[in-house]
């Protein structure tokens, strides 16, 4: 843990950092991901006849909506782990850092729920223990990580070739999830702030 001012002079100096804070209510849903209704992707078709006209013609019905459609929404953990991931991939392995102020503020065990495990590290950085992840965030991951190796800076060849191989790349992320050795987790607390639940000791930048 460590004092908000410090946590602001490292989310200035890196590449690519990002803030979230916890409070009272806040979930693992808001802090990993979860299943959101989206009825964008989807619309919904009905057509058929529903009788006959005194012309004794059919008389077609044809309705179109939209569909609600759940599909994975991901919160700025797992956003940010799939970006750090895919920077390894293509060799760049530049720095992301998740700063989590507050973190005393919200129940952290509920929070990060299996994503607890991730938190301890071997020798070279990465999680020691991985875990499954369901199929649904694969759909999610495996869309979203070819997106985001488009938008790298590069050779074109070499970006479409990275985008063939990146099936393969998260397919076996997805069945052993784990941190990547280039992100980190920083938390501050308030000392002074009577509301306190679970504390977490995260690892630092070397």
Do not use: H
């Given at each position: 843990l460590m004092r908000s001012s410090a946590a602001s002079d490292v989310y200035k100096r890196q590449v690519q950092s990002?803030?979230?804070t916890f409070y009272d209510d806040y979930s693992y849903d808001r802090?990993?991901?979860?299943?959101?209704?989206?009825?964008?992707?989807?619309?919904?078709?009905?057509?058929?006849?529903?009788?006959?006209?005194?012309?004794?013609?059919?008389?077609?019905?044809?309705s179109e909506g939209d569909r609600i459609v759940y599909r994975f929404t991901p919160g700025p953990f797992?956003?940010?782990?799939?970006?750090?991931?895919?920077?390894?991939?293509?060799g760049r392995e530049k720095r992301f850092v998740l700063v989590i102020e507050e973190i005393n503020r919200a129940n952290a065990a509920s929070v990060f729920g299996?994503?607890?495990?991730l938190l301890d590290r071997d020798e070279d950085g990465e999680s020691e223990y991985g875990?499954?992840?369901?199929?649904?965030?694969?759909g999610w991951m495996q869309e979203?990580?070819?997106?985001?190796?488009?938008?790298?800076p590069g050779d074109e060849e070499d970006l479409a070739d990275a985008c063939d191989k990146i099936?393969?790349?998260?397919?076996?992320?997805?069945?052993?999830f784990r941190i990547p050795s280039n992100m980190y987790l920083w938390a501050t607390m308030n000392s002074a702030d009577p509301v306190s639940y679970t504390h977490l000791t995260l690892p630092t930048i070397a």
């Open positions: 990002q803030r979230v802090f990993v991901g979860a299943y959101m209704p989206d009825m964008s992707r989807g619309v919904n078709k009905i057509s058929g006849t529903i009788g006959q006209n005194s012309a004794g013609s059919d008389i077609e019905l044809t797992m956003t940010m782990a799939v970006d750090a991931w895919i920077d390894k991939w293509l299996d994503i607890f495990q875990i499954k992840l369901s199929p649904a965030i694969l979203y990580a070819r997106t985001r190796v488009k938008m790298y099936g393969d790349y998260v397919e076996r992320l997805c069945s052993d």
